[in-house]
T-cell receptor, first 109, second 114 residues
Framework: GESVGLHLPTLSVQEGDNSIINCAYS??????FIWYKQESGKGPQFIID?????DKRQGQRVTVLLNKTVKHLSLQIAATQPGDSAVYFC????????FGAGTTVTVRA | DAGVIQSPRHEVTEMGQEVTLRCKPI?????LFWYRQTMMRGLELLIY????????DSGMPEDRFSAKMPNASFSTLKIQPSEPRDSAVYFC????????????FGNGTRLTVT
């Protein structure tokens, strides 16, 4: 069946370092992938998305990489800041997004 | 842009009572989604609408749950009767096209059923 999962449930990062959050997906037919950030008490907030015809997309301090061969998605955050502490979700699908379990990122001062 | 607006933010009710959660999507968005989030099951899609019409309700747990969208700017999710296992955070989200379009989430309603 379809599943979207994360390699690590938690990630501790030193402020200023780069963060890499990984995600594996099982549906090789998936055409759309997206990363969300969720802070405590708030709804998931869109970070960046990528379509299957791309392997890399950059935003402000974030980069998403897609490796369709191994069905792997990653989110890179440059110069991690305290405000980046949150739970990060990957999701895949079209009309119906399937969400992973989430990775909790903690930024150390 | 006010974003997706949900009310109430918190709801505490007793088992057996009716609960109604409300959502106002972003103006111009044609798709509206209801999700439920729990520690055990993560984010689960309950139902989604396109142009006010329910398209897929396969995620609705059982007949106790119902959702309506009487117009483009308002939707409700109703639980009747509520049970303790319904305790969760319920999110409403909307998107412009539905396909290949990011969902914009509200801040959720935290429901506690005692």
């Amino acid at each position: 069946g379809e599943s979207v999962g994360l390699h690590l449930p938690t990630l501790s990062v030193q402020e200023g370092d780069n963060s890499i959050i990984n995600c594996a997906y099982s549906n090789s037919a998936s055409d759309y992938f997206i990363w969300y950030k969720q802070e405590s008490g708030k709804g998931p907030q869109f970070i960046i998305d990528i379509r299957s015809n791309m392997d890399k997309r950059q935003g402000q301090r974030v980069t998403v990489l897609l490796n369709k061969t191994v069905k792997h998605l990653s989110l890179q955050i440059a110069a991690t800041q305290p405000g980046d502490s949150a739970v990060y979700f990957c999701a895949e699908g079209d009309y119906k997004l399937s969400f992973g379990a989430g990775t909790t990122v903690t930024v150390r001062a | 842009d006010a974003g997706v607006i949900q009310s109430p933010r918190h709801e505490v009710t007793e088992m057996g009572q009716e609960v109604t959660l409300r959502c106002k999507p972003i103006s111009g968005h044609d798709y509206l989604f209801w999700y439920r989030q729990t520690m055990m099951r993560g984010l689960e899609l309950l139902i989604y609408f396109n142009n006010n019409v329910p398209i897929d309700d396969s995620g609705m747990p059982e007949d106790r749950f119902s959702a309506k969208m009487p117009n483009a700017s308002f939707s409700t999710l109703k639980i009747q009767p509520s049970e303790p296992r319904d305790s969760a955070v319920y999110f409403c989200a909307s998107s412009f096209t539905g396909v290949d379009s990011p969902l914009h989430f509200g801040n959720g309603t935290r429901l506690t059923v005692t």
